[in-house]
C-alpha cells in the first residue's frame, strides 16, 4: 500500500485547499472550513499541547498554569494533537515528527519495576502522574490501567500517521509496537475476567474494576487486541453483560447512561464506532456513537429543564463532566445554601453544583454539532471575557457562585460572570482538539481504521459492520 505522502505527491489529495492528510484508501469529503469561533478554539487548544509540553520528552503537563505533574493521559491527547497540527498548518511535518519520536523514545526508555519510587511504570503500564523533571513515579500515584489506555490511544495514533520510509518514521511504528507489546493486560485482573483500575507498591490491585459502561471502551479493546498479553476475547461479552443495568429508557432517547460526558467522549477520540456494532448494541439497534449522541442530548435536556435551578443552564449553556470547581464547602447562593465541591465528576443528578466545563459540549461537536457549536459560541459570547483566554476555555466556571465573600479554594470569582477556574486540563484539552477534527475531516478515524492493533481488539470483541466489513 502506498504511503500516505506517496498519495499526496501523486494525487495532491487535500480537503479545502486546507492540507488535510488523507489516510490511504479514505475516501476524500468536503472538510468544514478552520474558521471563526470553532477554528479559533481548535487552534488555542491545540497550542496548549505544543506550547507547554516539554518538548525533549514529551511530558505534557495535568494542569497549566498552576505548577503540575505530568498526565500520561494528557501525554497521549499531546501526541494526536500533533498531526492534528500538521494538518491545520500550525506546525510543520518535521516538527511533529520530532516530538513525537522523542516522546515515544522517552516512554520506551522509561524505568519499570516494583519498587515504589525511581521508576515511571510496572509490566508495562504507568504511573497516573509522573515528574515533570524525571518522568518518575510522583508521590504515591497508582499505576493506572485507564491513564495507561489513554496514553496508548496516542501511540497508536502516531503509529498509523506517520506511514513514511524515512528512518524515523520507522522509529516510531517500532516504538509504537514495543509500548503497546510490554503492556500485561492479563497481569491486572485479579478478580477476572474484569480488569483492575490500577495497582500501588504499597498496596497491590486497587479493589475495584471496571466493571460499568463508561470510558473504558477502549481500554478493552486494546486488553483484548495485545498481541502479546491479551486477555480472552469472552472479556468484552462478560463486561458488556453489565450494561442493561444502566440502560436508560426514561427519556425520548434511550442509551446507556453514564453521567460525566467524558465517559461518552474518551474511546471515540481514536475509535470511529459509526456503523459498527457488537453483540450487545446489535440487541439495543444502534451503535456506540449513536449512543453518545443521545447522550450528549440528555445533557442539554438536562440543563432546559434546570432542576437544580442553577444560574445559567438553558439551551445553549450546559455541559457537565470531570472538572475542576470552586472547592469543597457549603455557601448560600441566592435563597440557598448549596454544597460546591473541588475537581468532582459531575453529570445530571449527580454532583451538579452548577459547575460547567466548556470541554462537556465541546468535545460533543463530533456527536451532536447542532447543539454544540452554539452552545460553544452561546459561552464565547456571554462569558468570554473571562473564560476564553490564551489556550481557548479554562477549565471550568460557575455561573450561580457570585458571592466575591465565598471561600473558594481555587480560582476566582469574577465580577458579572461568577467563579471562573483558573486553569486548563490535559484531559480536558485533548478530547476538544480531536472531536473538532473528528467532525472537521474524520482524520483521527480514518488513520485508525487503518491500526491493525485496533482492528484487531474490535474483530475480537464481536464488532461487525460497516467500516470493518
Not at 136 to 162: N, Y
Not at 339 to 356: C, F, M, N, V
Request: charged content about 20%.
Amino acid at each position: 500500500m502506498p504511503t500516505r505522502r506517496a498519495l499526496l505527491a501523486g494525487s495532491a489529495l487535500t480537503l479545502a485547499g486546507l492540507g488535510i492528510r488523507c489516510a490511504p484508501g479514505s475516501t476524500v469529503v468536503a472538510a468544514t472550513p478552520v474558521t471563526g469561533m470553532i477554528g479559533d478554539l481548535q487552534e488555542r487548544t491545540f497550542r496548549f499541547f505544543w506550547e507547554t509540553t516539554e518538548s525533549t520528552t514529551g511530558l505534557a503537563p495535568d494542569r497549566w498554569p498552576t505548577p503540575s505533574f505530568c498526565s500520561i493521559a494528557a501525554v497521549g491527547f499531546a501526541l494526536t494533537a500533533y498531526p492534528v497540527g500538521v494538518a491545520n498548518g500550525w506546525i510543520t511535518h518535521v516538527q511533529a515528527r520530532e516530538r513525537t519520536l522523542a516522546t515515544l523514545e522517552f516512554f520506551a526508555n522509561a524505568p519499570q519495576g516494583p519498587q515504589a519510587t525511581g521508576v515511571s511504570g510496572y509490566k508495562g503500564f504507568f504511573y497516573h502522574f509522573l515528574e515533570m523533571k524525571t518522568g518518575h513515579r510522583f508521590g504515591a500515584t497508582e499505576l493506572s490501567t485507564i491513564d495507561t489506555t489513554l496514553l496508548l490511544g496516542g501511540v497508536l495514533f502516531a503509529q498509523s500517521w506517520f506511514d513514511g520510509d524515512d528512518a524515523e518514521e520507522r522509529r516510531i511504528r517500532s516504538l509504537a509496537d514495543q509500548l503497546y507489546g510490554a503492556v500485561d493486560w492479563a497481569w491486572i485482573r485479579p478478580r477476572a475476567p474484569l480488569i483492575s483500575m490500577g495497582w500501588s507498591p504499597e498496596g497491590g490491585f486497587i479493589p475495584h474494576d471496571w466493571n460499568q459502561y463508561n470510558e473504558s471502551l477502549l481500554l478493552y479493546l486494546l486488553a483484548i487486541g495485545s498481541p502479546t498479553h491479551a486477555v480472552p476475547p469472552a472479556t468484552w461479552a462478560a463486561w458488556s453483560a453489565r450494561f442493561d443495568a444502566v440502560w436508560d429508557a426514561s427519556g425520548t432517547r434511550p442509551h446507556l447512561a453514564f453521567a460525566p460526558l467524558f465517559g461518552h467522549q474518551y474511546s471515540h477520540v481514536w475509535v470511529d464506532f459509526r456503523g459498527i456494532r457488537d453483540p450487545y448494541m446489535r440487541t439495543r439497534d444502534i451503535d456506540y456513537f449513536e449512543n453518545s449522541r443521545r447522550a450528549t442530548f440528555a445533557q442539554r435536556d438536562n440543563a432546559i429543564a434546570n432542576p437544580g435551578g442553577f444560574v445559567g443552564y438553558g439551551a445553549d449553556i450546559w455541559g457537565l463532566t470531570a472538572c475542576d470547581g470552586p472547592g469543597d464547602f457549603k455557601h448560600k447562593s441566592g435563597i440557598r445554601v448549596r454544597e460546591y465541591l473541588s475537581y468532582s465528576a459531575r453529570g445530571p443528578g449527580d454532583r451538579d453544583d452548577g459547575t460547567l466545563a466548556p470541554t462537556a459540549a465541546a468535545s460533543s461537536i463530533a456527536f451532536a454539532p447542532e447543539i454544540v457549536i452554539p452552545a460553544i459560541e452561546a459561552m464565547h459570547a456571554r462569558y468570554g471575557r473571562a473564560i476564553y483566554k490564551k489556550y481557548g476555555f479554562v477549565d471550568s466556571f460557575n455561573p450561580t457562585l457570585t458571592d466575591p465573600a465565598a471561600p473558594v479554594q481555587h480560582g476566582t470569582i469574577v465580577p458579572g460572570i461568577g467563579w471562573v477556574d483558573s486553569d486548563y486540563l490535559g484531559i480536558d484539552q485533548g478530547p476538544i482538539v480531536a472531536s473538532i477534527e473528528n467532525w472537521r475531516t474524520g482524520m483521527i478515524w480514518a488513520t485508525m481504521r487503518k491500526n491493525a492493533h485496533v482492528r484487531r481488539g474490535l474483530q475480537r470483541a464481536g464488532f461487525t459492520g460497516g467500516w470493518l466489513g
